[in-house]
């Protein structure tokens, strides 16, 4: 069953400094202080791994190109800024969500969940696109840095017919765990899987499938609220 890793729980583990305050018994002061010495190398090596925020050094080590998130447009779409403060407008490859503005897609959904005898009427679909919205806020919030790539990990290089870089968007959580925020708005139930009609393949689009399954089934996100309705 597909799932995204917990984040490690290291509280109540003894610190460095006391397990190196006195040798065990039988242990000789020489051999103790060769053990401390080891002791402080090695806590001087894992200080260089540990996460703190993480937020810059995770995304420093991915691939793809960095940016730093400027605002969220809605749950699929974010104006990130480079190095250069130059705005870009990424489309995140592999996931849909609901409309909030008015537009052409807008009238496709609500054309959709009428076909489907649904209760969704178009002021019911924008408020699952605010709230799509909202979590993606809450994942990707102004400043946060991120990374964008492709499916082959490159630079983002496609782009849709309204100029918009299309991307997954890769980020760290507040323990400085990475996580796809692609996969992670499917995951908690506020986007559906999606490859543009074929437009733009994801490699993992396997995977998002499968985590959609598992939040329709959970009742996950705006799922209890009508989203598979929606579903593209």
Do not use: N
């Amino acid at each position: 069953m597909p799932r995204l890793e917990a984040t490690p729980h290291l509280a109540g583990r003894p610190s460095s400094a006391t397990l190196a305050a006195a040798p065990p018994p039988g242990l000789s002061l020489q051999s103790a202080s060769g053990v401390a010495r080891v002791v402080a190398l090695l806590t001087v090596l894992l200080a260089g791994c540990a996460p703190g925020d993480g937020r810059a050094a995770t995304t420093d080590r991915a691939p793809g190109e960095a940016y730093t998130v400027e605002r969220i447009v809605d749950g699929d779409t974010v104006v990130l800024t480079d190095a250069r403060g130059r705005e870009e407008k990424v489309r995140v490859q592999g996931i849909d969500t609901p409309e909030t503005h008015a537009s052409s897609k807008l009238d496709r959904d609500v054309a959709r969940a009428q076909g489907q005898r649904s209760a969704l009427d178009r002021e019911a679909i924008r408020a699952l696109g605010a709230g799509a919205s909202s979590h993606a806020a809450r994942l990707l919030p102004p400043g946060a840095a991120v990374r964008v790539v492709t499916d082959d990990g490159r630079a983002p290089a496609q782009r849709d017919r309204y100029g918009r870089l299309v991307g997954t968007i890769h980020a760290t959580d507040d323990f400085g765990q990475p996580f796809d925020f692609g996969a992670r708005m499917i995951a908690d139930g506020y986007a559906h899987a999606y490859d543009g009609g074929g437009r733009y393949p994801h490699e993992r689009m396997g995977y998002y499938r499968a985590l959609q399954r598992e939040a329709r089934a959970s009742g996950a996100g705006l799922w209890a609220d009508g989203l598979d309705a929606l579903d593209p």
